[in-house]
């Protein structure tokens, strides 16, 4: 079967491959259990397929790791985890329930959430039993992501006021211990855990299709795999890899190379088709690369920082969907403004195009990215004075913070500020009503004094009087060039929140066919704080692994075509 050229950033959603049986088909190979997509949930899900016995074969487009391994490297985790009660604070599953359900809202059932919670301690000590190492040192005061000697923060808004007064706050993001970025620790530990428990890994195989018999089942999958060793393969690792690591930087030249690397794809592919016997598992991440998506879905993001890796363009949802999979929260997306680093800024103001604060500066970033997006048209400017201006400068010394977090900050302070010495001249520059701006920093500046309450109910270590100037504006806006604004996709396949299997048009289950990760809906698809993510992609994972392995038993292993080498 010769399959059209669907691009990257296509709506289209894909055919399968209907056969009356299993027999129809001249398989290349046969797994008891295939996953589509190697990242946090993919292995999640093939570790403990593995560790049930069943025969498991991890498929991924690129190397495997996805949008996880260049993650953060947290998992937002609690109850009363060991890390936790080292660093001297009590916790429990029901404070977490309490705090995550203003979170997580109706994105799934209270029952599922609460068994999220209840087994959070088992999965944190599952990733440990799997290499993964944390740690329980806090850092002194809030921020978006501690420094390197910290790893255990509160990561979400459970220290702020409005949550902390309906839930016992308590510090749950869990970042993975190690030298650097925690994100390749955390995959390469779980990977390869999979690796010594007998999971085979085929990189460089993109699924293009599934494979469903007359009753609806999925029986497999077919795809499209370059030859191992050939100038084809090294060509497109070496573009692929490249465009990964200058997206930050050069985006318009990174979607050109991923262009050129799905050029050489459709070229060189060749076509498999590989049975599994127990079930196949779609964890390919979401759809933030994929713009025809984005811009169909929640189009207000397509301004933003596409953050993740190349292969969360919504195949694994489009692929779902070909056979019955019904999709939700599509609209669902966060976008992460974060302002502290430097706490500086998280002092001043933020306001919108009529001068006005709209939400307290100090909660976690992706609730300001949200209010902004959401009810501010994604527009946004720090309003800062001369004090908080060299206090931001000291915030973001390079021994202090990430380099991530330093030179945005510094290029937005010194390359994209508008400075003024009087507000009208400061409104007049941003395009806001001077006096509404005026009334503004008075009103909050008279609060920072102790004179009022904080009308959005700010604490008081993050109130300072900023009505002395000069002035400084900083554009935070989900389009800013210097500082930008990460967007991820929350929205995906509707599951069974028992099994993992995705459900069709009429709530039923289809056969053979799961879901997990950001390709589906959980507990991260409404309002994001970090760690819950990767926490879903092994809550998900696990989840799919048991069902397919445990409600069903595994046939024996057939022989095979020869399987590429581990990512």
């Known amino acids: 079967m010769n399959r059209a050229h669907r691009s990257d950033q ?42 049930n016995g069943a025969d498991v074969l991890a498929l991924d487009r690129f190397f495997g790791g996805g949008a996880t391994t260049l993650s953060g490297g947290v998992v937002y985790a609690g109850g009363g985890s060991q890390y936790q009660k080292a660093a ?26 609460k068994r999220f919670c209840d087994q959070s301690i088992d999965n944190l000590q599952w990733l440990a039993d799997n290499k993964v190492q944390f740690a329980g040192n806090v850092p002194p005061e809030k921020t978006s992501y501690p420094g390197k000697k910290f790893f255990l923060y509160y990561s979400g808004n459970e220290g702020v006021g409005s949550y902390a007064e309906k839930a016992r706050p308590a510090p749950r993001g869990h970042r993975t211990a190690g030298v650097g970025m925690s994100g390749n620790n955390f995959f390469s530990a779980l990977q390869q855990s999979a690796l010594d428990k007998g999971v085979k890994v085929q990189g460089q195989s993109e699924v293009v299709g599934l494979v469903m018999d007359e009753s609806g089942e999925v029986l497999g999958v077919e795809i499209r795999h370059l030859p191992e060793g050939s100038e084809a393969a090294k060509k497109h690792k070496k573009l692929s890899n490249f465009a990964t690591k200058i997206h930050l930087y050069a985006r318009k030249k990174a979607f050109s190379l991923r262009a050129q690397a799905e050029k050489i794809e459709h070229e060189f ?71 502290n680093p430097p706490k500086g800024w998280s002092q001043g103001i933020v306001v919108n195009k009529q001068g006005q604060r709209f939400c307290n500066e100090e909660v976690y970033g992706a609730k300001l990215g949200y209010e902004m997006c959401e009810n501010q048209d994604g527009k946004a400017y720090v309003i800062i004075n001369k004090a908080l201006f060299r206090k931001s400068l000291s915030d973001v010394a390079p021994w202090k913070v990430w380099s991530f977090q330093m030179m945005p900050a ?15 001249e400061l409104a007049e520059k941003i395009k806001v009503p001077a006096d509404k701006l005026s009334e503004t920093i008075s009103d909050y500046s008279a609060g920072a004094r102790g004179e009022k309450e904080d009308v959005l109910g700010k604490s008081k270590g993050f109130l300072t009087p900023v009505d002395e100037g000069p002035w400084y504006a900083l554009d935070a806006s989900i389009d800013s060039d210097l500082m930008p604004c990460p967007v991820i996709s929350l929205g995906g396949l509707k599951v069974s929140e028992e099994s993992g299997l995705v459900l069709n048009e009429q709530g039923h289950t289809i056969k053979g066919l799961y879901a997990a990760g950001r390709a589906s809906i959980g507990v991260a698809s409404n309002l994001y704080v970090s760690g819950l993510s990767i926490a879903d992609c092994v809550f998900s994972g696990r989840r799919a692994g048991q069902h397919m392995t445990s409600t069903q038993s595994v046939e024996p292993q057939v022989k095979e075509e020869a399987v590429s080498e581990p990512c």
Request: glycine share 12%; hydrophobic share 40%; proline share 3%.
């Open 88 to 113: 001297g604070f009590d916790d429990t599953p029901e404070e977490m329930f309490k705090y995550l359900k203003m979170e997580v809202s109706d994105a799934v059932s209270d029952e599922t959430l």
């Open 410 to 424: 510094l290029m937005t302070m010194f390359m994209g500020a508008k400075k003024a010495k009087t507000i009208e």
């Open 10 to 51: 296509s709506n289209d959603i894909p055919k399968p491959v209907k056969v009356t049986g299993p027999d129809e088909i001249q398989w290349h190979q046969e797994h008891d259990v295939i996953i589509v997509g190697f990242g946090g949930a993919g292995v999640s899900a093939a570790l403990q397929a593995a560790e």
């Open 269 to 339: 592919g060749e076509t498999r088709f590989i049975r599994a016997r127990k079930g196949v598992v779609l964890s390919t991440g979401g759809f933030v690369f994929n713009k025809a998506m984005v811009d169909q879905y929640a189009p207000i993001y397509s301004k933003g920082l596409q953050l993740g890796a190349t292969g969360c363009n919504g195949s694994g949802i489009r692929l779902g969907q070909s056979v019955g999979g019904v999709v939700d929260r599509m609209e669902k997306m966060s976008a992460w403004r974060f302002i």
